[in-house]
């Protein structure tokens, strides 16, 4: 992701996000992690941006830890006792182990090659324990192709006037998200945001070049199985102890 991706972006962020619901969101995370068979778990959140789901979460999970490549949006974040660190996540800095990982706001979908996935399941996996959970969700294309005329939008808000155009390239599978700012100070700024919008089917496959395998796949929000007309999916990944990881497949 480049660096200055989410930098004006993340003092209106807030604003521009105030529609969504972070607990049910949070809550919907919590009922995956039930699986797991241990109390007191060691959580990690990546690309946590300005952390409104780990608020939630805190307060299910006493030892909780929020990353993010953007400094800017871990700032946006006041509240007590968040213990955040900047980080990228295809190269994470733990040496120590979580029992559950997890990735939201189709984060993922900011990884625009093959190679980056691979090198975001390789420390994800030095990172979980052999029993532990990672799960993130995707946005798939039937998603990008309804929502982006939804995405164009103007405003002001902390005093940032802001403009943003949302478009789908087809034929790149690349969703652009374009912001143009107008800073307090009259300065202005553009972002422009780009993620790759990959085949539900090539996630399969990403995957089975790792230590994990899909242990479940849902439609996001639902316990319902995904495929490949879902508009966003969840992927619930256990590392593969030893295991046919094709018999897995949903």
Same mark, same amino acid.
């Given at each position: 992701?480049?660096?200055?991706?989410?930098?004006?972006?993340?003092?209106?962020?807030?604003?521009?996000?105030?529609?969504?619901?972070?607990?049910?969101?949070?809550?919907?995370?919590?009922?995956?992690?039930?699986?797991?068979?241990?109390?007191?778990?060691?959580?990690?959140?990546?690309?946590?941006?300005?952390?409104?789901?780990?608020?939630?979460?805190?307060?299910?999970?006493?030892?909780?830890?929020?990353?993010?490549?953007?400094?800017?949006?871990?700032?946006?974040?006041?509240?007590?006792?968040?213990?955040?660190?900047?980080?990228?996540?295809?190269?994470?800095?733990?040496?120590?182990?979580?029992?559950?990982?997890?990735?939201?706001?189709?984060?993922?979908?900011?990884?625009?090659?093959?190679?980056?996935?691979?090198?975001? $399941? %390789? !420390?994800?996996?030095?990172?979980?324990? +052999?029993?532990?959970?990672?799960?993130?969700?995707?946005? *798939? @294309? =039937? #998603?990008?192709?309804?929502?982006?005329?939804?995405?164009?939008?103007?405003?002001?808000?902390?005093?940032?006037?802001?403009?943003?155009?949302?478009?789908?390239?087809?034929?790149?599978?690349?969703?652009?998200?374009?912001?143009?700012?107008?800073?307090?100070?009259?300065?202005?700024?553009?972002?422009?945001?780009?993620?790759?919008?990959?085949?539900?089917?090539?996630?399969?496959?990403?995957?089975?070049?790792?230590?994990?395998?899909?242990?479940?796949? $849902? %439609? !996001?929000?639902?316990?319902?199985?995904? +495929?490949?007309?879902?508009?966003?999916?969840?992927?619930? *990944? @256990? =590392? #593969?102890?030893?295991?046919?990881?094709?018999?897995?497949?949903?």
């Amino acid at each position: 992701m480049p660096d200055n991706i989410y930098t004006s972006l993340a003092r209106i962020y807030s604003h521009l996000m105030r529609s969504i619901d972070y607990k049910k969101w949070a809550e919907y995370l919590s009922s995956i992690s039930d699986e797991i068979d241990k109390k007191n778990l060691d959580v990690l959140e990546l690309a946590a941006g300005n952390c409104k789901i780990a608020e939630c979460l805190n307060k299910i999970y006493a030892r909780l830890i929020v990353t993010d490549i953007s400094f800017n949006m871990l700032l946006e974040s006041s509240f007590p006792g968040m213990n955040k660190i900047c980080c990228d996540m295809t190269s994470l800095p733990f040496k120590n182990k979580f029992d559950f990982i997890y990735c939201t706001f189709d984060s993922i979908n900011y990884l625009n090659s093959r190679n980056k996935y691979k090198h975001l $399941f %390789q !420390t994800v996996s030095d990172c979980l324990n +052999d029993k532990g959970i990672f799960t993130f969700d995707v946005s *798939l @294309k =039937k #998603n990008s192709i309804k929502y982006q005329r939804y995405l164009n939008r103007s405003g002001k808000f902390n005093g940032i006037e802001f403009k943003q155009r949302s478009f789908f390239d087809q034929n790149k599978n690349v969703h652009y998200n374009h912001f143009k700012f107008v800073l307090a100070d009259g300065k202005k700024v553009e972002e422009i945001h780009k993620q790759k919008i990959y085949p539900f089917e090539e996630y399969f496959k990403l995957i089975e070049n790792s230590e994990f395998y899909v242990h479940k796949c $849902f %439609q !996001t929000f639902t316990y319902k199985n995904a +495929d490949s007309d879902t508009e966003r999916a969840q992927f619930i *990944l @256990k =590392k #593969n102890q030893n295991v046919n990881i094709s018999s897995r497949r949903v």
